[in-house]
């Protein structure tokens, strides 16, 4: 196998904190989400203690006020968007798997992909450096609309919205680094016998959620750049005394933020299309279709933009074509559904951990699904836009994607990464809670929006139709720290299994994808010769009355 | 638990369609969870033979993916219309109110004895919007610094309010009584604050108000009616 | 468990990594790159269309706005872009063209910036900053991310230059990084050009 082109740092920690090993890289970005994933999760609390017990101290935290409040469920979205979905699903996975899956021994650009992780970590920094600044973190939501982040005499807010947009262009420029390595990777550096048809769906569901990335991007980057600008320079891009529009910013953002969320599914749907066939024991029927039907959505997933805008003021007329294209994006999911549900008809089913998350995943994702076609005819957006329905319905698609599903990767790939099997009772009771208080706090959220319960209000007793309410906001708030303690559990189970020898074999799920070929963890350049692959993924043949993986790299 | 107060016909109406779409997307999403519970159930890897076929689904799939798209499509064709009622037909107004939205209150300019706006006998009302029963009501609504959004709940009738735009809501009142009014768009730390009250009256309650108010003239006989009619 | 068989890897006698897709990897990786930079530089472009045909006080202020310098900042990208040009041309042949070359291109890229640099500062001296006007406002926004662009594309020659000096790799491999640079480049001069077009026009 070819040495690389440049030699790798020889101080040890040198090597260790700033390597060019995608497998280091991949854990770095899975360590960083996660890290920040607390802080999201603590910003979270805050909120939820705020809403169940009103002006009432939270332990170690005081009595929240209404400013505060503000800046906590802007950095709580802005966290767990652009800090914990992005840098766990396209960082954490995409790079550890992709050269794995692939057959190659390092992602095509080693030390961009170090570049990546290391700007994404200063991004983390100014992020969190936003809390300590005067006025403190942007607060106008983590949609930042101006007016209102635009000028201090409305929000009271300085450097903080500064320093928001300063995080989000270094994740930004992090993600398209990250983005360019998948892409020339998958194209490029494919084993021998591993076309196109033969890739696993977790590298075709990174790069097409690369791709989203790549094309929807840039317009919010300007944008970005043009709110400083107001912000600093006179300009008025968004302000109507400069002849700018407020509704400029929203097109702008909404442009990037409706692939953006199929940014952070896709890869989701890639760890369930590599969980399901795996513990169901059969192959994942229909891969063209599910192909068709991702590339499908991918494109329709720049024409959904303004079902955001429907009530924003923006011309009546265009909340036709909107709805029809949002009513119509749920075709190719309702598809690939369809085919992940079609896996596990007279299957074998193996029910451990990863695969209860998985199924955890699906089943709480259909909930978020349907709840997006209500908002999606204008005519009950009306109603729906900007109360806690729609916060229901995000949290019932993102929470699956980058919560359950993540976690589904995490049990399933911990053998190979670490080398060895996290504890399955410990899992089993990490699940159980995470997928019951998840419910618990969400599902009783669509009730209060159908009510008409605003987002973004730190109390309801300003209004007395909300008053009845009240009590769904406390069940919300114990199953949000129930939620929050969960993760204990995990906790626990890392620190359990990590002081087990690490002697997981190489293949202890009986996988069919090439990183399964190789040693737990792998050694430093993967593979020690090039593997040659001569099959399918997801083979699977029954011997002797038992349900047998044909690997991607076994000749029969 | 109460199903939230109707106000207006077409509150009547969104409810309907919210009732046509749970019913739709309850039955696909009770199919699949229960057809996810059976296959969890019943093909265990420790209870069952497995199937020795290979698998073929895209029939099927494709089959229910239509259908989908059926019902998709059946939503939309009675959603389409209910927007351009709600939000595209130029009503004949009964009455003209201006609303102003800034940090953190709403004010309502009434037109005053002379039954136009824009004249100097115009009334304005702090966080209080008072129209009669059963007749069209179209809001004008501005705002004097970032986006608010104007929100009442029982008229299921919401419209973000824009610095340097007109934007105009209408509804009908079909009963008598208080109802709120809420921002609905985050516009600074005391966003949660920002409540008003509709009254909606009887008539003679509104000729109490009006007079009340002041803003009744004797000669024209009831203010707050387009010339020409009462 | 069952399953839990090493399977080993047969041996393939391939030597080196064979691009699988048929083009170097810093081809692929320079495509995707210029095709988001086109979508933000295109929403832009597109935007201020949009505003030039909308407003009616778009253009105040530009009657007083000197804008001869723009020709010289066009000279001094085309001879940055033409360095480089040359660069890649001796790649493999001449190590020390190679150096030249790129020394000339550096050098007119950042002369480049600070004939673009002079000019805005002059202009908000004599009041026509970002505040000015809806033309003054994308003016300023649009020369300030082309000219990051500049600035990070000199950065990226003297990483390519540097990275291809004085090393015994492929010369394929070499210029596949050069071309590169300049696909990288000629984005970079058609956005000015097409800003030129876009300022002078509207």
């Not at chain 1, 699940?431 to 019951?436: A, E, G, K, S």
């Amino acid at each position: 196998m070819r040495a690389p082109r440049y030699e790798p740092p020889r101080h040890p920690l040198w090597r260790r904190v700033f390597s060019t090993d995608h497998k280091v890289i991949g854990k770095q970005y899975l360590i960083l989400g996660m890290v920040m994933a607390v802080l999201g999760a603590a910003s979270a609390l805050v909120i939820r203690w705020q809403l169940a017990f009103p002006e009432t101290a939270l332990p170690f935290y005081g009595v929240v006020e209404p400013p505060q409040y503000n800046a906590h469920l802007t950095m709580h979205g802005t966290i767990m968007l652009f800090f914990v979905a992005m840098p766990i699903l396209l960082g954490g996975f995409g790079n550890y798997l992709i050269p794995l899956m692939v057959g190659a021994h390092d992602m095509a650009f080693p030390r961009l992909n170090g570049a990546s992780v290391w700007i994404f970590f200063v991004a983390c920094l100014v992020l969190v450096a936003s809390w300590f600044v005067p006025d403190g973190p942007a607060a106008a939501g983590w949609t930042n609309y101006p007016p209102l982040s635009a000028q201090y005499r409305y929000s009271g807010v300085s450097w903080g919205f500064d320093l928001w947009l300063l995080a989000l262009l270094f994740d930004f420029i992090a993600v398209l680094m990250s983005g360019l390595n998948v892409l020339t990777t998958s194209w490029n550096l494919r084993a021998p016998g591993m076309s196109w048809r033969r890739l696993p769906m977790m590298v075709w569901t990174q790069c097409i959620a690369a791709i989203l990335f790549l094309l929807s991007v840039g317009p919010l980057m300007g944008a970005v750049v043009m709110l400083w600008f107001d912000r600093h320079f006179g300009s008025g891009f968004f302000s109507p005394e400069k002849l700018g529009d407020p509704l400029l910013w929203q097109h702008l953002f909404w442009f990037f933020g409706h692939p953006e969320v199929y940014v952070i599914l896709l890869p989701a749907l890639g760890v369930l299309t590599e969980v399901f066939p795996t513990f169901a024991r059969r192959p994942l029927p229909a891969k063209g279709l599910v192909l068709a039907a991702l590339v499908v959505s991918a494109v329709l997933s720049f024409l959904v933009w303004a079902h955001h805008m429907f009530v924003s003021g923006m011309n009546v007329r265009l909340a036709a074509p909107f709805s029809l294209t949002t009513i119509l994006i749920s075709v190719p999911f309702a598809l690939i559904v369809f085919v992940l549900l079609a896996t596990l008809w007279r299957a074998s089913l193996r029910l451990n951990t990863a695969m209860w998350f998985a199924v955890g995943t699906l089943a709480s994702f259909l909930i978020g699904g349907v709840t997006g076609v209500f908002l999606g005819a204008a005519a009950l957006d009306v109603h729906l836009h900007d109360t806690y329905f729609v916060v229901a319905h995000f949290h019932y698609t993102l929470f699956p994607s980058v919560v359950l599903a993540s976690f589904a990767g995490v049990y399933f790939w911990f053998p190979k990464m670490w080398g060895r099997v996290l504890d399955e009772r410990l899992g089993g009771v990490h699940f159980w809670l995470t997928f019951v208080a998840f419910h618990m706090v969400f599902l009783p959220l669509f009730w209060l929006g159908v009510h008409g319960h605003m987002r973004r209000v730190p109390s309801i007793a300003y209004y007395e139709f909300l008053q009845p309410l009240q009590p769904i906001h406390v069940v919300a708030t114990v199953g949000a720290f129930v939620l929050v303690l969960a993760q204990v559990v995990f906790l626990l189970n890392l620190a359990v299994t990590l002081r087990r020898p690490g002697s997981a074999p190489a293949n202890p799920w009986d996988a069919t994808t090439l990183e399964w070929s190789v040693a737990s963890p792998p050694p430093e350049h993967n593979f020690a010769r090039v593997p040659v692959v001569v099959r399918d993924p997801y083979e699977y043949v029954i011997r002797g009355g038992a349900v047998e993986a044909v690997p991607q790299w076994v000749r029969e | 638990m109460h199903w939230p107060d109707r106000m207006t016909a077409l509150a009547t109406e969104v409810d309907a369609l919210f009732w046509l779409v749970l019913a739709i997307t309850g039955a696909w999403l009770v199919a699949a969870e229960a057809y996810l519970f059976f296959c969890l159930w019943c093909f265990r890897e420790e209870t069952t033979l497995p199937m020795a076929k290979p698998w073929h689904v895209s029939g099927i799939v494709v089959a229910l993916t239509g259908a989908v798209l059926a019902c998709d499509l059946v939503i939309e064709a009675y959603s389409l219309p209910l927007w351009r009622t709600m939000k595209q037909h130029a009503v004949t107004p009964d009455t003209e109110i201006l609303a102003y939205a800034k940090q953190f209150r709403w004010r309502f300019v009434y037109p005053g004895p002379d039954g136009r706006l824009g004249t100097s006998d115009d009334r304005e009302i702090d966080s209080e919007l008072h129209v009669p029963e059963k007749a069209n009501v179209r809001l004008v609504l501005r705002s004097e610094d970032v986006i608010h959004s104007f929100f009442i709940p029982a008229a299921r009738l919401k419209q973000d309010v824009l610095p340097g735009r007109e934007a105009v809501v209408w509804f009908r009142a079909e009963r008598p009584g208080r109802f709120e009014i809420a921002c609905a768009e985050l516009c600074g730390f005391a966003h949660y604050t920002m409540r008003a009250f509709l009254f909606v009256h009887s008539p003679e309650s509104f000729r109490e108000w009006l007079e009340q108010e002041g803003q009744i003239s004797h000669s024209t006989g009831g203010a707050l009616v387009a010339p020409g009619r009462g | 468990m069952t399953g839990a068989r090493e399977a080993t890897l047969p041996e393939t006698g391939l030597e080196g990594e064979v691009p699988r897709g048929g083009l170097p990897g810093a081809t692929v990786a320079v495509f995707w790159f210029l095709a988001s930079e086109i979508t933000l530089f295109g929403s832009l472009f597109a935007l201020y269309v949009l505003f030039a045909t909308r407003l009616l006080h778009w253009a105040d202020g530009k009657e007083t706005w000197s804008h001869g310098h723009l020709y010289l900042a066009t000279v001094c990208l085309g001879l940055a872009s033409l360095g480089f040009s040359r660069a890649h041309r001796n790649v493999g042949l001449s190590p020390v063209a190679v150096t030249r070359w790129l020394a000339l291109g550096v050098a007119c890229g950042v002369l480049f910036l600070a004939v673009k640099a002079w000019s805005v500062v002059a202009d908000i001296q004599r009041g026509l900053g970002p505040g000015r006007g809806p033309f003054w406002q994308f003016y300023h926004l649009l020369s300030m991310l082309h000219a990051t662009h500049v600035a990070g594309g000199l950065v990226a020659a003297l990483w390519v230059g540097g990275s291809t000096m004085g090393t015994n790799e492929n010369v394929a491999a070499q210029r596949a990084r050069w071309k590169a640079l300049l696909y990288y480049w000629g984005f970079v001069d058609a956005v000015w050009l097409v800003l030129l077009y876009l300022w002078l026009r509207y």
